[in-house]
């Protein structure tokens, strides 16, 4: 675009009151529960998923359906291999030797990667050796969600998409890995089960891909860079996943300081895929204010919808004390490392932090442009709103009151369109893979 912004170059629930954790890049996770943690985390990795539910729609009406799928293979690409590292390094499974890693790797890292929500996106892996392996999808949420468009959008996404952005974030762990399908849809027959099947190999021989221009710059965001809190390893619970593969993954197994960098790495799989969505939008638009309107439109649908499935999963309550814990639990404000912001007094305020360097989300919101905040609180209860006002001294402070109920934003509206709104995760139990 002409004149847009330079995206390259800016780098428990109930009425308690919102705790302030202190320490080295604390996080607001740390306030909730293990227990909590355990059920925060996977609503997280979906939450994470519909943002394309939330953010593509405007894509298709904007540029036309071939272009949305551009802008979501750039988006994927630029982002997966970023915190697929991230979250090997984080829980203690990166390859002893960068770039060496084997497909328990891989398979480990789709666990953990708001592309593939447990259950939603519901991964069932065999292991033949370290260099090949095979997955299935027994059922898949994005698919529920796309199949009722049509063909073409079935292949868009089965094909277009999932063909470099499953590579994008398999060369993460190794560069010789590729990822091809046995079968995908459009299923034929109509109801056939698993709904696609694909094999990963390991191969010296398999030539390197080209990464995407935009990972480059991706890479050197404040969200890729970000330090975080290492985990305690003294506490109960796992604080890594060095183990066995497992075939699900057991959250309540980890302990709590493993919980909660969980948290906020998947959070920042979020800032860093929304930065990446920035920048391909960025390349289609012709002003500034073409990409601003997008940005903010797929943020106010993923900040109602997600801040409802958060209300649900932590039982807040229904007032404005709850819907201000969902603001200050939701990923709009975390994690805390990179989200500056405080609570006093019935009120969060908002300061200027590493996110604003990266134009991240929150950016995009203050006194001027309070709708996604008013999406949180209205998807809390239909009667609550957010009011947001200047802070002394800079930033900006939003509260919470209650009024009349409003209608459902026309954005949350969209990305309820995704079965992911409403899917309900499932009890499982968790079984190490070994070789077959």
């Known amino acids: ?67 949305m799928l551009q802008v979501a293979i750039e988006e994927w690409a630029a982002a997966s291999p970023i915190y697929t590292r991230r979250m090997q390094r984080a829980l203690g499974y990166a390859p002893a030797v960068p770039g060496q890693g084997d497909v328990v790797t891989i398979f480990k890292g789709l666990q953990l990667d708001i592309g593939a929500p447990p259950q939603f996106m519901d991964f069932r892996y065999t292991v033949h050796d370290p260099w090949h392996g095979e997955f299935r999808l027994d059922h898949c949420g994005a698919l529920m969600d796309v199949e009722p468009m049509g063909a073409d959008y079935v292949r868009g996404m089965c094909h277009d998409i999932e063909d470099p952005t499953f590579d994008a974030t398999a060369i993460a762990t190794n560069p010789h ?20 099947a694909w094999t990963v190999t390991i191969d010296p021989a398999f030539p390197e891909p080209t990464p995407v221009p935009a990972l480059a710059v991706n890479e050197r965001s404040r969200a890729a860079l970000l330090e975080l809190a290492p985990i305690e390893a003294s506490e109960e619970g796992l604080a890594d996943y060095a183990g066995p593969l497992l075939s699900d993954v057991d959250f309540a197994a980890f302990s709590h300081s493993a919980l909660v960098r969980i948290a906020d790495e998947v ?4 800032h860093l895929l929304d930065r990446a969505f920035a920048l391909a939008v960025a390349e289609r638009v012709e002003t500034e ?49 990179y989200v500056t912001a405080s609570s006093l007094r019935g009120e969060i305020t908002v300061a200027p932090g590493p996110a604003d360097e990266d134009a991240a989300w929150i950016s995009l919101c203050g006194p001027e442009w ?32 209650e009024g009349e109920e409003r209608p459902e934003p026309e954005e949350v509206a969209v990305t309820r369109f995704s079965t992911g709104a409403s899917f309900v995760f499932q009890p499982r139990r968790s079984i190490p893979i070994t070789p077959v």
């Open 1 to 67: 675009m002409s004149d847009a912004p330079d995206v390259s170059a800016v780098n428990s629930a109930g009425t308690q009151p919102i705790r302030q954790v202190r320490g080295k890049n604390p996080s607001r996770y740390a306030e909730l529960t293990r227990g909590e943690l355990a059920t925060l985390v996977p609503e997280l990795l979906l939450m994470g998923q519909l943002i394309d539910r939330s953010g593509m729609a405007w894509c298709i009406a904007a540029f036309g359906r071939e272009e």
């Open 289 to 337: 204010a073409e990409l601003t309107k997008l940005r903010r439109k797929q943020l106010v649908g993923i900040a109602g919808i997600g801040a409802e499935r958060l209300a649900r999963a932590l039982d807040l309550p229904r007032d404005p004390a709850g819907a201000l814990r969902a603001i200050w639990l939701h990923p709009l404000l975390n994690p805390a490392a």
């Open 370 to 401: 309070p709708d996604a905040l008013r999406a949180i609180a209205g998807a809390v209860a239909p009667h609550l709103d957010a009011v947001t006002t200047a802070a002394p001294g800079g930033g900006w402070k939003v509260a919470v009151v």
């Open 177 to 196: 890995a590729q990822v091809r399908p046995i079968h995908r849809p459009p299923r034929v027959p109509a109801d056939r089960s698993p709904h696609c």
């Open 267 to 270: 959070c920042l799989q979020m």
